[in-house]
């Protein structure tokens, strides 16, 4: 019996892509797609040399220009590196020289405006730091340009990385970032504009930090994978504070593997930053060995229920993640639940400590600039104020001062939070993993989708503005976040791995095996291919 057409497909695959090659209607079988590829993949093909670190970052560049200020209008770029291509050039005559500095080495990065930079200005979005040139690189920040990454931009954020009743997105510098699945939306905060370039392919991974949220946040609302890892594993020398007994920063990227890359890049102990003591011995500079299929198998994974019911959307997208974790051979243990004093007592002293700290350690950021800026957050209230300002935040202007009419931080209520307060929390999430004998918790990183810009809601969203996001934050514990699926009017959610400290090599792990299940990662329909984005020869 003569073959069918279609099993004469099957069996002559080469024959088909050489006829389609000449067809001019698919790439060369060693190109990569920048939208899907991943670091190691893009490491491979500079290592043979059929691509450079300039090719790949005109690509990039390519996306920036074609949907970040026309198209539609993302705009999560405030300043454009200029020296870009000729920074990859560099890393290429090093590579052709046989210098290779890993993993990393001609890799594009995006760079939340709040992380400091020797040569790019760092404005935490505000037109009153525009054009600041902070004296060195944050810690993380010289790291990876150690490692050999290629920065492309600083993007924006929530203005000092707090929204404080301004739109979804907004920063009187940056002004308003669109989530690239529906520009009607908000990235979310403060990692937005991160999250959204991420999302639209506007370099391989970036960098956000996270206080309350602020990684798994924007990783959730523009659906990418990230992490916020144990406080003290990251320094947070050089990025502007907000509340330093809950920031950290941390990688997103369009992949688990990319990740656990580029966090695996910027551990170590920095004298600058006290934190980092407790990493010893825990961090690690490849968590990329963790990323194993059938992690999953065996896991004891709990489901923090509190955090369901807010959305019917995101509900469905998380019950289905649950199966999938069950077949995957996870032990599912439901109906997790946080006591009730817990939830009603952990907004309101999260925001209090943020007013108290930021207040004073915002201060010790200022100092450390040239002269012409402002010096205490008195300053910066009053230059907001200023009319020759031309501020364009009356939200923020109205919030700082607020902020700045907190208590000192010598406050008794103040120190009653930090010092029983976060004990507390910390002793409560340690209770529900030993009773249940978890591995790790689960829960929809954010219980509802993006919301609309200017819509008034909690990062948590729903009814009870309930969300998970300050639990990593005030336990200092790891949060790892993956794309689960899209709800049916085409917006992500993602799904949340918290664990106790130093877990992240086996959260990575298990959301590894998921993400390798699932595949849940879309190209936002916003910002769809270009010709350009296929790399390499």
């Known amino acids: ?29 060693w190109a990569l797609d920048i939208t899907t590829a991943t670091i190691p993949q ?14 790949l970052t005109a690509a990039y560049l390519k996306r920036i220009e074609a949907y970040d200020k026309q198209g539609p209008t993302i705009n999560a770029v405030i300043t454009l590196n200029p020296h870009a291509l000729e920074q990859a050039r560099r890393l290429d005559a090093e590579r052709r020289a046989g210098k290779v500095r890993g993993p990393l080495h001609g890799i594009p990065v995006l760079l939340k405006d709040n992380f400091d930079t020797f040569d790019l200005p760092t404005s935490g979005g505000s037109q009153m730091l525009k054009d600041s040139i902070p004296p060195d690189d944050a810690f993380v920040v010289r790291k990876l340009r150690e490692a050999g990454a290629v920065f492309l931009a600083k993007v924006n954020l929530h203005e000092f990385a707090y929204g404080g009743g301004a739109p979804n997105g907004y920063s009187s510098l940056g002004g308003q970032t669109h989530n690239p699945h529906d520009p009607t939306r908000g990235p ?8 959204a370039g991420i999302a639209a392919a506007f370099a391989q991974f970036g960098l956000g930090s996270d206080t ?26 050089g990025i502007i504070p907000l509340a330093l007994s809950f920031d950290t920063g941390g990688p997103m990227g369009r992949n ?17 930053d006290p934190a980092t003591a407790a990493s010893a011995g825990h961090a690690q500079t490849d968590y990329t ?23 019917a959307r995101t509900d469905f997208v998380m019950e289905q993640a649950i199966l999938r974790l069950q077949a995957l051979g996870a032990t599912v243990v439901d109906e997790v639940r946080l006591p009730e004093f817990l939830i009603e007592e952990m907004g309101p002293m999260h925001r209090m400590m943020i007013d108290v700290e930021f207040k004073a350690q915002i201060a010790d950021y200022l100092k450390t600039l040239r002269p012409g800026f402002p010096r205490t957050l008195a300053e910066l209230v009053a230059e907001a104020r200023d009319p020759k300002t031309a501020y364009t935040s009356p939200w923020k202007r109205d919030s700082l001062a607020k902020m700045d009419q907190a208590p000192s931080i010598d406050d008794p209520i103040y120190q009653a939070a930090r010092q029983q307060g976060l004990a507390l929390t910390t002793a409560v999430i340690e209770g529900l993993f030993a009773q249940h004998r978890l591995d790790a918790m689960v829960y929809p990183s954010v219980p509802s989708p993006a919301a609309q810009i200017g819509e008034d809601r909690a990062p948590g969203g729903g009814a009870r503005r309930l969300g998970p996001a300050m639990l990593a934050n005030q336990t200092g514990f790891p949060d790892v976040i993956v794309p689960a699926g899209m709800t049916p009017d085409g917006l992500p959610v993602t799904l949340s791995f918290f664990g106790r400290a130093w877990s992240e090599g086996r959260l990575l792990g298990y959301a590894y095996d998921f993400e390798q299940s699932a595949h849940a990662i879309v190209l936002p329909r916003y910002t769809p291919s270009l010709p350009t984005d296929v790399v390499g020869r």
């Open 256 to 272: 688990i593997e990319d990740v656990a890359l580029a966090l695996g890049a910027m551990t170590g102990v920095d004298a600058a």
């Open 42 to 55: 893009l490491a491979a093909q500079m290592r043979d040399g059929t691509l450079t670190s300039e090719q």
């Open 188 to 195: 979310s905060g403060s990692s937005g504009g991160t999250g």
């Open 212 to 237: 309350a949220g602020s990684i798994r946040n924007p990783s959730s609302a523009n659906g990418i994978a990230g992490i916020k890892p144990t406080r003290g594993l990251l320094s947070r020398d």
């Open 289 to 311: 060995r963790f990323l194993v299929k059938g992690s999953l198998k065996g896991a004891r994974i709990g489901v923090m229920r509190d955090f369901f019911g807010q959305s």
């Open 1 to 29: 019996m003569q073959p069918t057409a279609s099993r004469a497909r099957v069996r002559h695959p080469l024959l088909l892509a050489g006829v389609l090659l000449l067809a001019g209607l698919v790439g060369p079988a």
